[in-house]
T-cell receptor
Framework: RKEVEQDPGPFNVPEGATVAFNCTYS??????FFWYRQDCRKEPKLLMS???SGNEDGRFTAQLNRASQYISLLIRDSKLSDSATYLC????????????FGAGTRLFVKA | SQTIHQWPATLVQPVGSPLSLECTVE??????LYWYRQAAGRGLQLLFY??????ISSEVPQNLSASRPQDRQFILSSKKLLLSDSGFYLC??????????????FGQGTRLTVV
């Protein structure tokens, strides 16, 4: 079983739609969680951290359920510029922090 | 502020040739350092990570090795490249483990094509 699993998509949505991505992780030693965004042929960049109480940044909302080992990202009012791959990321405390990426979910937002 | 440098940006190498990719971080001390590989259309695969000079953890047995000769320098190497080594190689750093909530920051990557 992969340490971090995501639905690869692609998700094809119209502008203005709400879209949700899910991610599960297998290791209970996971300590911190993030969503990254990766544009084509570019390096990943942090979108937002994910906190236990859930957190929001503009149109983006992240949720964490430690009991179910589940992370989500909700994007409201999708923009064309949201088209990218969204990567779920987990830091494992193994005596040195391993940072594990999911394979990513591809999003296409169309006019 | 902290910056990460990774070079070269692109590389075309013949099968059987050696490889050396270098990554350096500025503006921080004792960072955790990482090498990832991303095959075309795929996710990031963690290859190596390091918590200090000379300390390397390997995640996937393969044709590659890593070294950390200095605190802020991380090198990815191969003695003989295979076609399957082609991909997008990314170096990343994050603060020392005491700040477990901190995110990782990436270099701009090296696009390696083995021909």
């Amino acid at each position: 079983r992969k340490e971090v699993e995501q639905d690869p998509g692609p998700f094809n949505v119209p502008e203005g739609a709400t879209v949700a991505f899910n991610c599960t992780y297998s290791n209970s030693a996971s300590q911190s969680f993030f969503w990254y965004r990766q544009d084509c042929r570019k390096e990943p960049k942090l979108l937002m951290s994910v906190y236990s109480s859930g957190n929001e940044d503009g149109r983006f909302t992240a949720q964490l359920n430690r009991a179910s080992q589940y992370i989500s990202l909700l994007i409201r009012d999708s923009k064309l510029s949201d088209s990218a791959t969204y990567l779920c990321v987990v830091n494992l405390n193994t005596g040195g922090f391993k940072t594990i990426f999911g394979a990513g979910t591809r999003l296409f937002v169309k006019a | 502020s902290q910056t990460i440098h990774q070079w070269p940006a692109t590389l075309v190498q013949p099968v059987g040739s050696p490889l050396s990719l270098e990554c350096t971080v500025e503006g921080t001390s004792n960072p955790n350092l990482y090498w990832y590989r991303q095959a075309a259309g795929r996710g990031l695969q963690l290859l190596f990570y390091s918590v200090g000079i000379g300390q390397i953890s390997s995640e996937v047995p393969q044709n590659l090795s890593a070294s950390r000769p200095q605190d802020r320098q991380f090198i990815l190497s191969s003695k003989k490249l295979l076609l399957s080594d082609s991909g997008f190689y990314l170096c990343a750093w994050r603060p020392f483990e005491g700040e477990f909530g901190a995110e990782a920051f990436f270099g701009q990557g090296t696009r390696l094509t083995v021909v």
